[in-house]
């Protein structure tokens, strides 16, 4: 997970508990989303136009997805088989791969949300990903759900 999370998000995140409560609402959440949400506190929690809620829905269940996050008609999913891929999905169900972990995804949103109220001018994508490793497809659809 990135050091820089920790400033950026209040910690500790969920208590046992509450991952244990989560987990039995949503099995199959990948180790790393829940090693993520027990130690930040963003379940719940607003970032840009997306609320961080996990969820699951029959049409995503099918894809093998859970929904983590969801701002009008777009929602962040996560992978429930693997490492946990962040994708997105507008209004139509064909996913789109935005980052490897839910942690890079975290990061990229909190530095866009932070970018959009700061005076450095435009919003660049490189200044947002410059430390998460990311294919040209990932980066291809952060740009659009971003509007980059």
Known sequence: MHAELSELFSSPG?????VEDLQRRLP??????????R???VVDMPLGDFRFSPATHPELEALGLIEIASAGGDSLCLERAGDGRVLWI???????EI???FADTLLILARFDAAQWGDEGPVELDALVEDVEL???QRANLRQLLGL
């Open 14 to 18: 969920l208590s046992q508990d509450g």
């Open 28 to 37: 199959g959440l990948p180790a790393s989303y829940v090693d993520c949400v």
């Open 39 to 41: 130690r930040l506190d």
């Open 90 to 96: 507008r209004d139509e169900p064909v996913p789109r």
């Open 99 to 101: 980052a490897p972990s």
């Open 135 to 137: 294919t040209d497809e």
